[in-house]
């Protein structure tokens, strides 16, 4: 059976993306590959907002967040931590044997500016890791302000990741100071997963350059020798390529300014839509994602049963809630290619299935 993806990542891939990922292969040190590598670079650097190079990685988005880590960290790395991902990212660290400390909010809290100002003045800091938008609660912390903070203290690589915000909303790379910029093929690119983009700064990368044991799948200095010839340092996933072509040309096709709109607006569409049901924001006011919405779960519908209902009625599924919010809260996604017209629709589908939707004990 199959259904359609309002969950925040992998969300549904278009039929002409699914086309441009067809195409035939071309070897991958062949002039046809050059000219393919360096025909979407300034699309994405404009994208990025930043004259830095943007590899093209073959993993998911933890590849390079590992990576970035083992690329620039030699004395110890803050990790701001208010989400799943955030967290995890701490533990990633730790398990790289890299001294690291843990920023911890609450999951739903943004990340404190002054609270990062107060540990990076301890001088402890080369690196600090922060995720823009926390999907597994829907958070997204205030990057320019946060940023402000890390621009004070020079001797910090900043590592952020964008992998749900990137796209959607516009996000100044080289005016915010970002040194490394990460993210993920299958959030608001709606592409398949298995593609990430790492653009890195001349800083970050003589950093790289003087950095032991970074390895070398993930080594941004081979990215960069590779990089120079239009090429990646191995074999790269030629099919994710051609998709992010196709989709370039729908970004550019819309227009970047109508792309964001769209996104705020459908965003606002499912939250007015459902908070006048009387459900609650998960996330702090003010700190909401523009990708998604996570709902607090404060009628008690029972979420399980709620998705099976979405999923067998209406060929759709939601989120139930991530790790430890499962079945306090439920995610609905609102990135990619969807309309005012998809996202009325799912909506429809949602009231219809809540109303047959049996309550939990609270
Ligand atoms: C904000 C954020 N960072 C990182 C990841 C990890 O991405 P991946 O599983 O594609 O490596 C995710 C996945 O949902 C995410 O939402």
């Known amino acids: 059976m199959s259904y359609k993806l309002f969950i925040p990542g992998p969300i549904a891939v278009s039929e002409k993306t699914l086309r441009a990922m067809g195409q035939p292969m071309i070897g991958h040190r062949s002039p046809d590959f050059v000219a393919l590598y360096n025909a979407i670079q300034p699309d994405l650097q404009a994208l990025m907002n930043t004259r830095d190079p943007v590899y093209l990685s073959t993993s998911s988005a933890w590849g390079v967040m590992e990576g970035a880590l083992r690329n620039v960290v030699q004395k110890k790395v803050l990790n701001c931590m208010n989400g799943a991902f955030s967290d995890k990212w701490n533990d990633v660290a730790l398990r790289d044997a890299k001294a690291a400390t843990a920023l911890k909010f609450e999951w739903g809290q943004p990340v404190d500016p002054e609270a990062v100002r107060r540990e990076l003045a301890t001088g402890a800091y080369d690196a600090i890791t922060l995720i823009h938008n926390e999907t597994s609660c ?82 941004f200095v081979e990215f960069q020798k590779n990089h120079e010839a239009g090429m990646t340092p191995s074999t790269p996933t030629i099919s994710h390529i051609y998709a992010l072509k196709s989709k370039l040309e729908d970004i550019k096709a819309e227009g970047i300014d109508a792309r964001h709109a769209r996104h705020a607006r459908l965003n606002r569409m499912v939250r007015d839509h459902v908070l006048a049901k009387g459900f609650q924001m998960f996330p702090k006011e003010g700190y909401g994602s523009v990708t998604l919405n996570c709902f607090a779960n404060t009628l008690n519908y029972d979420l399980g049963a709620l998705n099976k209902i979405l999923k067998s009625k209406h060929h759709l599924v939601i989120d139930g809630g991530y790790g430890k919010l499962k079945g306090k809260t439920f995610r609905i996604s609102n990135m990619g290619d969807e309309t005012d017209a998809t996202i009325a629709s799912m909506l429809q589908s949602f009231d219809a299935a809540l109303a047959e939707t049996p309550k939990v004990a609270a």
């Open 138 to 219: 829907g958070c997204m912390s205030d990057l320019p302000a946060i940023m402000k903070v890390v621009r004070e203290f020079p001797e910090v690589i900043s590592i952020v990741d964008t992998v749900s915000s990137f796209s959607a909303m516009p996000i100044s790379k080289d005016e915010l100071g970002i040194d490394v910029f990460i993210t993920g093929s299958q959030k608001a690119l709606a592409m398949p997963p298995g593609l990430s983009l790492v653009s890195v700064s001349k800083r970050a990368l003589d950093r790289a350059a003087k950095t032991e044991g970074r390895g070398y799948y993930f080594d």
